[in-house]
C-alpha cells in the first residue's frame, strides 16, 4: 500500500519536475516585457539535441553540455535581435505572435539540421535504480528536481540581487520611467532572451536521458511547461515549479488510483479550477498590467 | 469589365491547354505519391520518400516500364489528415496520377480515401491499420501488415508458453489505440484473458503509475505495451526501473534498431513480431523471402547509409506491385491496373508473401510476421 503510493509520488515527481524546468523558462522573459515566449519549447529542444548530438560525436559529457547550452543562449539573442526587437513597438499580443512563428521556424531548421530520429544521453549517474521502502526511483529524476531547485535560486539572484535583474523587472513596471533612469531597454530584453535559452538549454539536457529527444520534442515540453508556468502564476520562478509538481503529481495518482485514461483530464480540471479562482495562479503578483 | 472577361478566358484557354498536353503526355507513367515526410510520423515517411525517389530513377535508367519513364510526384502531408486529403485530390485532378501509392499513417490514408474512391484510380496504401482493407474498397490496397496481426502473433507465443493472463499497457493515441481495440478483439479467440489495461499519452515522460497498477494486479503473467516512438521505450525502461520480472512483448511498431538503442539494457528479453527485413541473416536458406530482404537491406543501407526498418520496405513493395501490375495490365488503363492488383499472387516482397484477392487487398498471411528477441541488444529469431 505504501509502496504503491511512494511509488505514484516518484512517478509524479519525476514528470513534474520536467515540467516544472520547462516552466521555469517563461518567467524571465514574462518579467522583462511580459510576453510568453512561445518558443521557449524549442529551446528545450535545441539544448536537448545539440547536447545529445555533441555527446555521440564523442565529447564528454559536462563540455558538450555547456556547448549546448552557449549554442542555444546565442540563438535565444539572435531571436530576439532578428524577431522581436524590430516588432518591439507593435505590442505584447504581436510579439507573442512573433514568438510563435519562431518556433515553428526553429522547429523547421532543426528538422533540417538533424534527422528525424529520437536522440538520448546517458544518466548523469548511471541507471540503477534507488529503492525507497519499495518503491524506486532513478537518479536521474533526482538531477531534475535539484537543477530545478537551482535554477529557482539562480532565478531568485538574478532579479533581487543583480543591477541586471533590477533593470529587468523596472522595465516591466514602468518601461518609460526605466528609460528616463538611464537603463537600456533594448539590453535588457536581449539579455532576458539570453538568459531564457539558457534556462530552457539546461532543462532541455537534464531531462533527455529520461524523456529522449527529436526536433519534435519542444512542443510537449513547451506545452507542459506553459501550463505549469500558469498554474504558479507567470514570472514567478517558484511557482513555475509548484505548478510543474502539482500537474505531475496529480497524473500519476490519477493514473494510480483512478484510471490512467483520466489522468489528464484531472490534470486540467485542476489547472481550469486554479485559475477559476486565482486568476494570475498560485504566486502570481497581481494588478501588475501595464496599460 | 470586357477587358477582364478577355483576361478570363484568356487564363481558362491556356489552363485548357496546359491540362491537355499533361492529357496527352502519356509517354510516362505518372505515380503520384502524398507521404508524412516532415511532422511526427516523419521517421516513416522520410524513408519511405526517399526509398520511392530511388527505385524510381533506378528503374528509369534502365529503361522504365512499358517503354516508358516513370515520372513520381510527391507531396509531404506533414502527417495532417486534412492536407492529406487535399494533395491526393490534387494529384489525382491537377497531376493526372495513373497510381496512387502512400499515405503514411491511417489517419492520412483514411482522409484521402473518400477522393480516391471517386476519382477512381488505383491507390496503395503504407499504413498499417486493418480499417484501411476492411471492408474491402474497391480502388485501396496496403503493404504493411496489421495490427491485428501483431496482436494475433503475440497471442499466439503467449499461448504456446502457457501465458494465458495478460495485462495490456497501450498509447492512447493512432497506432496504440488501433492496436489496443485488436488486440481486445483477439484475445479471446487465443484464450487470452486481460486482466489489467492500461494507457498513457504519446509523449508521457513517465509511466511507472500505471505499470505498478499492473504488478499489483493478482495473476498477471506477461505484459504486451502496444505503442510507437519513444512510449515503448520509456515503458521498457521503467518496467525494469520497478522490478517487474514478467516476459515483456511490444508490437511491430518498435521493430527498429532505435527502439533497442533508446531502451538499453531494459530491452534484453523483450519479445515482439517482426517482418523478414529485419532480420534477414537469421532466415532459413529456404525461405524464399531471405534473397528479397537481404539485397533490398543491402542497396538501402548503401544509399543512405543507416540501419534499414520496416518501413521503407512498405514503399519498396508498393512500388514494386505497382509497377508489375502496370506491365501485366500493358496499359495505364486504371481499371486494368486495379484488376491487375488485385490479381497480385506470390509476390515476395519485404513485408512477406503477398497474394491479394477480390476480399483479400493485402494479401499477407499472418506466417509473414516472424517472433523475435532481443538478447544482448540484438534481433534473435525465436520463429
Given at each position: 500500500m505504501l509502496a504503491g503510493f511512494l511509488q505514484y509520488l516518484f512517478a509524479g515527481l519525476t514528470s513534474g519536475a520536467i515540467y516544472a524546468l520547462a516552466g521555469l523558462g517563461f518567467a524571465i522573459i514574462y518579467n522583462a516585457s511580459h510576453v510568453i515566449n512561445f518558443a521557449q519549447g524549442e529551446f528545450i529542444m535545441i539544448g536537448g539535441m545539440a547536447a545529445a548530438t555533441l555527446a555521440a560525436a564523442g565529447m564528454p559529457l559536462p563540455l558538450a553540455a555547456v556547448a549546448a547550452?552557449?549554442?542555444?543562449?546565442?540563438?535565444?539573442?539572435?531571436?530576439?535581435?532578428?524577431a522581436i526587437e524590430p516588432a518591439r513597438d507593435a505590442g505584447v499580443v504581436a510579439i507573442i505572435i512573433v514568438t510563435i512563428g519562431a518556433s515553428i521556424f526553429l522547429r523547421g531548421v532543426a528538422q533540417l539540421l538533424w534527422d528525424k530520429g529520437f536522440h538520448s544521453l546517458p544518466a548523469f549517474s548511471g541507471e540503477r535504480p534507488l529503492a525507497v521502502l519499495g518503491a524506486t526511483l532513478m537518479p536521474q529524476s533526482l538531477w531534475v528536481l535539484g537543477v530545478s531547485v537551482a535554477m529557482i535560486a539562480l532565478i531568485w539572484w538574478f532579479f533581487n540581487r543583480t543591477v541586471y535583474g533590477k533593470a529587468m523587472l523596472a522595465t516591466s513596471y514602468n518601461s518609460v520611467a526605466a528609460v528616463l533612469v538611464g537603463i537600456n531597454a533594448k539590453r535588457v530584453l536581449l539579455v532576458s532572451f539570453a538568459l531564457s535559452a539558457m534556462l530552457g538549454a539546461v532543462g532541455g539536457i537534464v531531462v533527455t536521458p529520461i524523456t529522449f529527444t527529436n526536433t519534435d520534442a519542444g512542443i510537449m515540453l513547451g506545452l507542459?511547461?506553459?501550463?505549469?508556468?500558469?498554474?504558479?502564476g507567470l514570472g514567478s520562478g517558484l511557482g513555475a515549479v509548484v505548478g510543474g509538481l502539482l500537474v505531475g503529481i496529480a497524473e500519476a495518482f490519477a493514473a494510480g488510483y483512478l484510471s490512467s485514461a483520466y489522468k489528464d483530464a484531472i490534470a486540467f480540471v485542476i489547472i481550469l479550477f486554479v485559475l477559476m479562482f486565482l486568476p494570475t495562479g498560485l504566486f502570481g503578483k497581481k494588478g501588475v498590467d501595464r496599460a | 469589365?470586357?477587358?477582364?472577361?478577355v483576361s478570363l478566358a484568356a487564363t481558362a484557354a491556356v489552363g485548357m491547354m496546359l491540362s491537355a498536353s499533361a492529357a496527352g503526355a502519356a509517354d510516362t507513367i505518372k505515380v503520384g505519391s502524398f507521404l508524412s515526410a516532415t511532422g511526427p510520423a516523419s521517421?516513416?515517411?522520410?524513408?519511405?520518400?526517399k526509398t520511392l525517389e530511388m527505385y524510381v530513377a533506378r528503374l528509369n535508367k534502365d529503361g522504365g516500364v512499358l517503354g516508358k519513364k516513370i515520372e513520381l510526384v510527391v507531396y509531404d502531408d506533414g502527417g495532417a489528415p486534412d492536407k492529406a486529403a487535399t494533395f491526393a485530390k490534387r494529384l489525382v485532378d491537377n497531376d493526372g496520377v495513373d497510381i496512387l501509392l502512400g499515405g503514411t499513417t491511417t489517419g492520412t490514408t483514411m482522409a484521402a480515401i473518400k477522393v480516391i474512391e471517386q476519382a477512381q484510380v488505383p491507390f496503395i496504401s503504407l499504413a498499417g491499420g486493418v480499417d484501411i482493407v476492411e471492408p474491402v474498397k474497391k480502388w485501396?490496397?496496403?503493404?504493411?501488415?496489421?495490427?491485428?496481426?501483431?496482436?494475433?502473433k503475440v497471442f499466439a507465443d503467449m499461448k504456446k508458453r502457457g501465458l494465458t493472463k495478460v495485462a495490456l499497457i497501450s498509447e492512447d493515441a493512432g497506432f496504440g489505440k488501433?492496436?489496443?481495440?485488436?488486440?481486445?478483439?483477439?484475445?479471446p479467440a487465443y484464450g487470452i484473458e486481460i486482466l489489467?489495461?492500461?494507457t498513457y499519452s504519446p509523449k508521457d515522460p513517465d509511466v511507472t503509475a500505471q505499470l505498478t497498477r499492473i504488478k499489483n494486479t493478482a495473476g498477471v503473467q506477461a505484459v504486451f505495451n502496444f505503442g510507437f516512438g519513444q512510449g515503448p521505450s520509456i515503458v521498457t525502461r521503467n518496467y525494469r526501473q520497478i522490478g517487474l520480472a514478467l516476459p515483456l512483448y511490444q508490437s511491430h511498431g518498435v521493430a527498429s534498431k532505435e527502439y533497442v538503442r533508446l531502451a538499453g539494457e531494459a530491452a534484453n528479453g523483450v519479445r515482439l513480431p517482426a517482418a523478414g527485413l529485419v532480420i534477414p541473416d537469421q532466415l532459413a536458406a529456404t525461405d524464399p523471402q531471405k534473397p528479397v530482404v537481404t539485397a533490398f537491406k543491402k542497396e538501402y543501407e548503401a544509399a543512405f547509409k543507416v540501419e534499414v526498418s520496416t518501413f521503407p520496405g512498405h514503399a519498396y513493395d508498393a512500388l514494386q506491385i505497382a509497377l508489375a501490375a502496370i506491365n501485366r495490365a500493358g496499359s495505364l488503363d486504371k481499371a486494368k491496373i486495379r484488376d491487375e492488383i488485385e490479381r497480385t499472387s506470390g509476390y515476395v516482397g519485404t513485408a512477406g508473401l503477398?497474394?491479394?484477392?477480390?476480399?483479400?487487398?493485402m494479401g499477407l498471411s499472418p506466417a509473414a510476421f516472424h517472433m523475435v528477441e532481443i538478447d544482448k541488444g540484438e534481433w534473435k529469431l525465436i520463429d
Open positions: 547550452v552557449v549554442v542555444t543562449m546565442l540563438v535565444g539573442m539572435a531571436l530576439e535581435k532578428l507542459k511547461g506553459f501550463a505549469a508556468a500558469v498554474l504558479g | 469589365m470586357v477587358g477582364k472577361f521517421f516513416l515517411g522520410d524513408p519511405e520518400k485501396v490496397f496496403k503493404t504493411p501488415h496489421t495490427d491485428r496481426m501483431a496482436a494475433e488501433s492496436g489496443h481495440e485488436q488486440s481486445l478483439k483477439m484475445a489489467a489495461d492500461e503477398v497474394s491479394m484477392s477480390p476480399t483479400d487487398h
